[in-house]
Each structure stands twice: as structure tokens, then as C-alpha cells.
């Protein structure tokens, strides 16, 4: 350890894939060189994290995990090895991370930086998006262009290309599977508008707003039946599979939310198995698809599967708490339209549980009956018992399950962006 902090421990020890050095200097967050997650899953069960909220930040990933490894480790069923080289170096790691925290500001990447890697690919899928929503039907035109205009993060369609390039993909397959992804995502959009009556959506009035009820469903169920053509085209049965059985279970998830509206009885458990129904498991399919046409193990897959699906959670809890946080000109929706939905989210089942009587009470009004009239008290209830941060610390260990997952994958570019994405997932405006 120099007289500047800096230090780089080298370690032989097979527990560890690819842990080129840690680099440690009072200018740095933490990392230099390329540091595997796998020291998060190491790390996480020392003595200096038992106590709670440790932070790791890792150039290359920028990843930050919160919580004792336990919550990770109990999800993804393994425990780590103890290293025989703990009591040297993993005191000095948990001061000089400790103090870094606390003197840097952490920055989450941008989305920008994330999607570095596949730009190129990105714009083939624009590409193939625009070609494959040609129709000689006008309204689908009109429709499909106005849900192109509209923009959108384009995570889904990432999530493909970075799998697939993780393991050297080549060729059109990729592109037209993220396409594919897209046009489901899409249709489930499309669709959950109508039933939802939602009326802005990415700062612009939704397509049912615009054009109508009927013509939202009919064009969701041609977006829907243009993306297995693709499927199809793409020759692959085991991704039929994959993608076939993602589409049923995300139509489960609809009927799971519908039946879960207005109930104010809805505990945690029931919420997420609704949101990893139907919105984590897009994402899972996204990874594994990506996964699949990039030729990876068995293992592999499986592995960018379970990223997928906790990368999907998160992304979902954070999209609940934004619900009552979140700025509409970066959010693009309207505050409080869960609650004038009647939609049981993380923070109310929380303030169910944790509030006092007359919370409580306000709060199942509120879900009940549906509107905003209550939205300054319940917001104001939700504040005052943490439920936004706890929602939020929720979403925290599912990204850091997500990275976990994906630990043991080779050193490129785009496992970087996978584990930025995990950051960016929970620490995200919009």
C-alpha cells in the first residue's frame, strides 16, 4: 500500500475469475483494470459488511451493491469460499471503500455510455423496425409511426445485442430478435393502455388517446403476430420456445395485475409475482434470446436468463416508486397514476404494513376507490413511513442478483454494460 492509497492486490486463488487487480487511490472511486463482480460475491459475507449498506463502486461497471451477501447468495442458491488471503486484504478494501464512499459522488452511467458497445446494432434494429411495421393497411402505418416517434429507452432490444455480442455474435438474427422484442414490448404497451385508460405515455398522448381504443388492440395484436413471422423467419425452435412461453406468462401477469386492482389486501408477494410475470419475464427472454444466438453453454444461458429476470424486477420497482417521486418531464407520466388506477404498488403495500391506523385506513381508501383526491395524503404517508426507500432498497438487492448472475461471464465490453445497466436499473429519473 503506497503512500497515495494505492495498492494492487493480486490473488491466484480459483474462487476468483478474472480479478486483474484492485487498485485503490484517494482520486479513484475504487476500481482500476478490470474487476470481475465477482468480488461483490465475495466480499458481500466478510465481517464488514454484516452490519448493512457497504458500497462498492467499480470502474468498468460502475456497479453498487447494498446488503450482506446473504440476500444474494439466498436467491441464487450458492454461498462463496472463504479466501485464505481474507484477514490482509479485505479489512483494508472495506476502509478504503468505506472512505471513498463518502468523499465521491457516485455518478450512474448514462444510458448513452451503456449502449456504446452495440450503437451500431442498435441502429440496424431501428432499421429492421422500421422495414418489418410497413403494412399496406394506412392506420397500422400511422399507429406504428407515431409509437416509433415516440422514442423509448430501447432496454429490451439492448438487452438482446449485449447478450448476443457477449459471446461474439454475428450476423442479422440478432438484430431481427431485438426487433422482435421491441414489437412484443410494444403490443403489451399498447394494450396495457387500453385496459389501464391511460392517456400519456413518454411525455406524449398515448396511441388509444390518439387513435382510439379498438385501433390500439388491433394494431398490439398485429405487432404481436408480426413478431412471430419473425420468429419464424429467424428458424430457431428453441427460441420460439423461449419467446412463446415469455408471451403467455407476461398475459398471465395482465390477468394477475387486473385481478389485484382495487384490492387493498394485496401483500408483497403477491406484487411481485405480478411484476415478475409481467415485466421481468420480457427481460429474462431478452437476455436468454441474446444469449441463445450468441452460442453460449447451458450455463450461461441459464445465467442470463436469471440476470434478466431480477434486472427486470428492479427495473419495475423503481418505475413504482417513480410513480410518487418521479418528475414528469423526465418520466414522461403522469404522478399518481398507479393510485388513480387502483394499483396496490410496492410503497402502499408498505404503508399498509408499516403505517398507523389512520394511514392505513387512508391508504385502502385510496386503493379502493381508485382517483388522486387522496394522492397529497397518501404521498405524505408514504414519506413519512420510508416506503420509497424501501421499495428502492428492494430493487438494489435484485440489481445486485443480477450482477451476480453474470459474474463468471468473460471480460468484454458488454458485460460491462450488463452491470452498468444493474446500476442505472435502480438509480434512474426517468
Not at 100 to 111: D, I, N
Not at 356 to 375: F, M, W
Amino acid at each position: 500500500m503506497g503512500d497515495d492509497g494505492g495498492g494492487d492486490f493480486r490473488s491466484g486463488h480459483q474462487g476468483i475469475t478474472e480479478l486483474h487487480g484492485v487498485a485503490i487511490r484517494d482520486h479513484q472511486d475504487l476500481i482500476e483494470d478490470n474487476l470481475s463482480a465477482n468480488v461483490c460475491r465475495y466480499l458481500f459475507d466478510f465481517d464488514f459488511f454484516a452490519g448493512g449498506n457497504a458500497v462498492l463502486l467499480a470502474a468498468g461497471f460502475y456497479d453498487r451493491v447494498h446488503c450482506g451477501l446473504h440476500c444474494v447468495f439466498k436467491r441464487i442458491g450458492r454461498r462463496p469460499r472463504r479466501l485464505s488471503t481474507e484477514p490482509n486484504i479485505i479489512p483494508e478494501i472495506s476502509r478504503k471503500v468505506k472512505d471513498l464512499s463518502e468523499r465521491h459522488p457516485h455518478v450512474t452511467p448514462s444510458l448513452e455510455a451503456i449502449r456504446g458497445p452495440i450503437a451500431k446494432d442498435l441502429d440496424e434494429v431501428d432499421a429492421v423496425i422500421r422495414r418489418r411495421l410497413d403494412s399496406e393497411v394506412v392506420l397500422i402505418r400511422t399507429i406504428a409511426q407515431y409509437i416509433v416517434a415516440s422514442g423509448g429507452k430501447r432496454l429490451r432490444p439492448a438487452l438482446v445485442l449485449l447478450a448476443a455480442n457477449a459471446f461474439g455474435a454475428q450476423g442479422s438474427a440478432r438484430h431481427e430478435l431485438a426487433a422482435v422484442i421491441e414489437f412484443i414490448h410494444t403490443a403489451t404497451l399498447l394494450h396495457d393502455d387500453v385496459v389501464d385508460e391511460s392517456s400519456l405515455r413518454r411525455g406524449r398522448k398515448t396511441a388509444n388517446a390518439e387513435f382510439g381504443n379498438a385501433a390500439s388492440v388491433l394494431v398490439g395484436d398485429f405487432l404481436y403476430s408480426r413478431a412471430f413471422q419473425m420468429i419464424v423467419d429467424v428458424g430457431s425452435l428453441r427460441i420460439m420456445k423461449v419467446l412463446a412461453d415469455a408471451t403467455n406468462v407476461i398475459a398471465e401477469g395482465e390477468v394477475l395485475q387486473l385481478l389485484n386492482v382495487h384490492d387493498a389486501d394485496t401483500d408483497e408477494e403477491q406484487y411481485l409475482r405480478v411484476i415478475r410475470y409481467k415485466t421481468a419475464k420480457l427481460f429474462e427472454a431478452a437476455t436468454q434470446v441474446g444469449a441463445i444466438v450468441g452460442g453460449a453453454s447451458e450455463a450461461d444461458e441459464a445465467a442470463l436468463a436469471g440476470y434478466g429476470m431480477h434486472l427486470g424486477t428492479a427495473f419495475q420497482l423503481i418505475d413504482d416508486v417513480l410513480d410518487y417521486s418521479g418528475d414528469l418531464t423526465e418520466t414522461g407520466k403522469n404522478l399518481g397514476d398507479d393510485l388513480a388506477e387502483g394499483k396496490p404498488t410496492l410503497p402502499l403495500i408498505h404503508v399498509m404494513r408499516a403505517g398507523n391506523e389512520s394511514e392505513r385506513s387512508l391508504v385502502r381508501h385510496a386503493i379502493e376507490e381508485g382517483g388522486k383526491g387522496d394522492l397529497e395524503a397518501v404521498v405524505a404517508a408514504i414519506r413519512r413511513v420510508g416506503a420509497l426507500d424501501y421499495a428502492r432498497e428492494r430493487a438494489r438487492v435484485e440489481a445486485a442478483t443480477a450482477s451476480a448472475h453474470i459474474a463468471g461471464l468473460a471480460n468484454s465490453a458488454c458485460r460491462d454494460s450488463l452491470l452498468q445497466l444493474a446500476l442505472f436499473s435502480v438509480e434512474r429519473k426517468f
